[in-house]
């Protein structure tokens, strides 16, 4: 596998990861019908959404660094 497309996956899982901590946390909201999810605009979500996704990131569940997975959760926080 290349490398670009190897670090295409794990960008993928990434967001993947994070965006299901967001709708844990109530940061989004998913439609199931529309199969999307959107912001619930609420900073104390936001905040919960933010720390949990460092907890997993420090437990080794989601991999990236610091930088990479600040602007996933502000990109995916943002939607």
Known sequence: ???AKRMFEEHQDR???IESIAIEQKALVYNEERDE???????????DAYA????AWADGKIDGTADEIFE???AILEQ
Request: overall charge neutral.
């Open 1 to 3: 596998m290349g490398i």
């Open 15 to 17: 967001l993947a990861a």
């Open 37 to 47: 999810a959107t912001s619930n605009a609420d900073p104390d979500a936001d905040r």
């Open 52 to 55: 949990s996704v460092f907890r």
């Open 72 to 74: 996933a959760v502000k």
